[in-house]
């Protein structure tokens, strides 16, 4: 990748974080207060995180999602919702956590006989930190094959189930165009 197509990517990357945290801190309710951004403790993990996934600065129709039980127990799925992408991409156990100072490296392994995964492990590695009621992971997600290959995207996990909401607000746009549409022909 050549420094203009870099600097692109990472302005793209950088547009979709900022959506993100928009989107999250709308529906989350997220009080207006500035709140100071501080690092993550290893009991702030428990939770679900999800974030879409992102490839060359573009957003695909997959998504990660994660789950702690603890800081020591959690599981990372890869689901497409693209018909040409066959669900399940990735389901793994978390085998090594490392947190400390707003710095986290995790590891999951595909688990055997769950899914058909792409790759034989994934790991995350970033920043994790909070504001407020708002808990962040960003960083990078490196993904290695069964060839031993291994590809690396830029990924934003928030602690939270948000995609649902863009999902549905994706369904309520489609609606009043559709609606608007249908009362412009009849207006005509």
């Known amino acids: 990748m050549n420094k203009t197509e870099e600097r692109r990517h990472r302005l793209v990357t950088q547009s979709i974080c900022i959506l993100i945290i928009t989107l999250v801190l709308v529906t989350t309710r997220v009080r207006s207060n500035i709140l100071p ?10 939770g679900s995180w999800e974030a879409l996934v992102q490839r060359e600065g573009m957003v695909g129709p997959s998504i990660y999602q994660m789950l702690f039980v603890s800081p020591k127990e959690a599981w990372l799925a890869q689901a497409a919702s693209d018909s040409s992408f066959a669900g399940l991409q990735f389901l793994g156990r978390l085998t090594s956590e490392d947190l400390a100072n707003g710095q986290i490296k995790l590891e999951f392994t595909a688990l055997q006989g769950q899914s058909e995964p792409d790759y034989v492990s994934v790991q995350i590695e970033g920043r994790a930190s909070s504001s407020g009621d708002l808990k962040i992971i960003e960083g990078e997600i490196i993904k290695k094959e069964k060839d031993g290959k291994a590809t690396s995207d830029h990924v934003f996990f928030a602690n939270t189930l948000w995609t649902r909401s863009i999902a549905d607000a994706s369904v309520a746009a489609e609606k009043a165009i559709l609606n608007a549409r249908r009362r412009s022909k009849v207006s005509r």
Do not use: A, R, S
């Open 37 to 46: 951004v501080v690092d993550l403790k290893p009991d702030q993990l428990i």
